[in-house]
C-alpha cells in the first residue's frame, strides 16, 4: 500500500502563488492595510506574496501569540482591519487568546491559518491538527478556501473571499470582530515558475470586478426618538452611563449636548473615551469620581436614577454596577449599533441597534433647550468635592504608591497620547483617579474578555498605529505574561516604533489583596495561591530586548523619567524615527498601595455625605 504523501503539484506557475497574490490584492483592496506574520514552511506562499503586495505593510513575530495581540491592538488603534498569517499545527491554537479578547472587543481581525491539504489530514503528518472551525463561536466567519490548483477561476475566488472576509470582519450582517480562513496548500511551497500577479490577479482584484460590501449605519425611528425624549422630561433623574467602546471623534460632542439637554450627568468609564476630550472641559456634565462617590451607600441612595443611558460596554467600575442593581431604574436604554446586549445586570429595558452619535443628537434635538436643574448640581458639587478629596489625600502622602503613580501619569501624559491600559489594578487605579480633562489623550483597554495576556503586544500594536505617543500602563504580573512580546519593540524589527511602558511592580497579583480572600492570610495559603510573587528584576529584561530602563523611587524622580520619555519620543518623531521601547519601573508596596486606595476611598465618601447634609 502505497502511503499518502504530500506529493508535489506541478502546474505552472504555481497556483498556490496566483490564489494568495489574489488573496492579498484582495485584502488589500478591501481594507487590510497591514499584515502580521510568524515565520513557517507552510505558509510560505501567503507570507512570500502578502510582502510583494504593494499597500500592505508587513511585521514579523516569531510568536503568534504575541501576533496575535499586536493585530489586535494595532486594529483597536487605528480602526482598520488587520490580517495574521501562521502555518499549520499548534501555531494557529496560538491565536486563540486574541482571537477571543477581538471578538468580545468587536476588532476587526483576518485570520488565515495555512493548513496540510486535506489528503494529508488524519494520517500522522507533522504539524497538522484539526484546523476546521478551531476558533469556535469566537469568529464571525469561518471558511476552508479551496486547495489551490489549476482552475481559470482561482484568481477571481481568492479576490472573493477576501472581499467577503474583510466584510464580515468589519461588521457585515453583525457585529464587528475576527474571521478565520483556513487555507489547505500542497507542496511545491517556493514560487516555482512564479514572477509575481498577472493579468489575470489583476483584474480578479480591480474595482470593477470585485464585490464590495456595505454595511447601514441605522437610525433611530422618529417614534423612538419622541418617546425617548418623554423619558428626559423635566424633574427625571437621568444618567447616561458609558463603558469602553471603540474611539469615534463625534461620540463626546453628542452626549454633552444630550447631557446638557436633559440635565443628566455622564458617568464615563476611562476605556469610554468620554472623560477626556473637547467635551470634557469647564463646566461639563462628565463626572470623574463616580466609582468612589457611591461606595458611598448614603450617596448611592440618595442618587438614586430614574433612567439610565447606557452607551458602550459593561463599565469597570464595580461600584457603579451594584449601585444600578441596589436601586434598579424604571427605564434603562442600551444603546449597541450592532445590536448586542452588554447588560450583566439584566436590567435593560430596552435595546437599541442604532448609532450612539447620532442618538444622543437625535435625543437632543428632541428634548430642546438644557435643564439646568438640581440633580445634576447636585453630582456636578459631589465630584468638585470628590476631586478636592483626592487632592488633599495626595498633597498629604510623598510616597509613590499606586493610584498616585498612576494620577502622575495622566497629568504628565503629552495631549495626543494613546495610554493603553492593563486589567487587573491599573485600570482600576485609573477609573478611580483618572480626572475630567478637556486634552484629546486617548484610552485603550483590552476590555471584551478582560485578560492580562498580549497586553504588551497589544500596546506595541497600537503604536505601530501612530495616531501619537503610545503609553501602556501595566503591572508587573501582566508583563511578565508577555515578555516575549517586547521582542516586537527591539530596534530595528518594527522602524518608527515607539513606546513607553510604565509597570506598577507589587510583586505578584495585587489585586487579591483587595479581595475577601486576603483577610484569610496564610491559613488559605494566601501568598503562595494568591499574591504569587516572583521577585524579578525587569532591569535584566530590559537589557534582554534592548529597551530603555529606568527605576523610579520617589515621586519627583518618577515625573523626571517620565518627562525624559516623552520629551525623548517628541524629539525624535519628527525624524520618523522611533526610540523603541523604554520602560519606566515603579516599584510599589502592596500594602502600602491598597491602604493609599482605602484612604482615597474614605475621604471621597466623606466628603460626599457632607454635602447630603
Known sequence: ???????????????????????????????????????????TPLSVCAARQPGLRVSVHVDERSAGFFALGLARASGSP???????G?????????????SHARVPLVVLTADRPPELRDWDAGQTIDQIKLYGGYVRWFAELPTPDASPWLERVGAGLAARAVAQACGQGGSPGPVHLNCPLREPLDP??????????????????????????????????EALAALAAPGTRGVIACGPQAWDPELGAQVEKLARAAGWPVIADPASNLRAGPHAGADSPVVASADFLLRSDRFAADHAPDVVLRLGSTPVSKAVRLWLERHPPQELIVVDPFGGTSDPSQLATRVLAVDPASLCASWARAVGPGQRDEWLSSWRRADGRASRAL?????????????RAVRELWQALPDDAVLYVSNSMPIRHLDACMPVDARPVRVLANRGANGIDGMVSSALGAAAADVGPTVLLTGDLALVHDLGGLLAGREGRSPGLSLTIVVLDNDGGGI????????????????????????????????????????????????AALKDAFSQRSSQAGAGAGVGVSIVHVPCDRDASVAQFRTLGAAVARAAEEGLR
Not at 492579498?24 to 505558509?43: D, K, Y
Not at 479581595?515 to 535584566?540: K, M, N, Q, W, Y
Open 192 to 225: 516555482v515558475g512564479w514572477t509575481g500577479p498577472g493579468p489575470a490577479a489583476e483584474a480578479a482584484a480591480a474595482p470593477r470586478s470585485a464585490v464590495v460590501y456595505e454595511r447601514p449605519l441605522p437610525t433611530a425611528s422618529p417614534e423612538t426618538v
Open 90 to 102: 499548534t501555531a494557529a491554537a496560538n491565536y486563540l487568546p486574541a482571537v477571543v479578547e477581538a
Open 1 to 43: 500500500m502505497t502511503a499518502i504523501s504530500d506529493a508535489p503539484n506541478s502546474s505552472s506557475p504555481n497556483p498556490n502563488y496566483r490564489f494568495a497574490a489574489a488573496l492579498f490584492a484582495g485584502l488589500a483592496r478591501a481594507g487590510v492595510g497591514h499584515v502580521c506574520i510568524s515565520p513557517g514552511s507552510r505558509s
Open 82 to 88: 488587520v490580517a495574521l498569517v501562521c502555518t499549520s
Open 512 to 559: 487579591f489583596s483587595f479581595l475577601p480572600i486576603a483577610a484569610h492570610g496564610e491559613s488559605v495559603r494566601f501568598e503562595e495561591l494568591f499574591r504569587t510573587p516572583h521577585g524579578l528584576d525587569f532591569a535584566h529584561a530590559a537589557r534582554l530586548f534592548g529597551a530603555g530602563y529606568a527605576r523610579v523611587e520617589s515621586v519627583a524622580h518618577y515625573r
Open 391 to 403: 487632592a488633599d489625600v495626595f498633597d498629604a502622602d510623598d510616597a509613590l504608591h499606586e493610584p
